[in-house]
């Protein structure tokens, strides 16, 4: 897998398709492999770049604290290092927060923006929560925090169906993350908090929140599609907190007929 020196860490990175560029931005524990569902749909007319963040998947792990603002700084120099001067953004979760983070620095370089499960702030019992993955991850490592993790991610109904998917999942999770690093990145998503600052995202705005998400409630993406003027909201029902993996086939229409409709000129 390709790599890249940015900001004095190495970065590794996916760069498939052709035509205008889309980014996708990880969630807290996840990793590119985590966006395989959209990889066809998407490359079949854009150019996708995935990457994980620092202290993600096969980046770099430095020891400390991964600000948004640093996040964002990051994935600003790994454009610039690939030569790509705007893009459309999609994030999850904490990648959400970086991407709302991005939009605000560069509005220039920002095409569609979808947001997915994810918040312009951090809440006090969503700061209880991440504090129990830390806890988790200090008293018994990956497996542990996986534990705590998964009834607050998927759905029921998907959990149910998904037994060996999520035992794959939950393998590859624990082989791949670092526990400081993901305690590290915990740490630095509590501090997250674009309240007085969201507002001011200009860029056309796709909001998509799962209608049973228990982590970030959909009354976080309420609250960003009352904050963004220009933005859509779709609620997608029998759906937890990663409708890219949940509900692909619905995710993936949704999204690209958005971008679709606000496609820039390159």
Known sequence: MPTLNINSITIDYELEGQG???????????????????MKPFT????????????QGGSDKPDKEYTQELHAEDLSLLLQKQDIDKAHIIGLSNGGMIAQHFALKHPERTGALVLVDTCSYVGKLLELTVHSWIKATEAGGNDLRYDVLLPQIFSENFIENNEALIKNMKEFSSEINSPRAVINLAKASISHDLRSEVSKIKSPTLIIAGEEDILISPK??????????NSELVILKDCAHVPPIEKPTEFNSIVLEFLKKHDYTA
Do not use: P
């Open 44 to 55: 079949e007319r854009y150019r996708v770049l995935r990457y994980d963040c620092r202290g």
């Open 20 to 38: 205008l560029d889309v980014v996708f931005i990880n969630g807290l524990t996840m990793t590119l492999a985590g966006w395989a569902y959209q």
């Open 220 to 229: 976080y993406s309420k609250i960003l599609h009352g904050e963004i003027e």
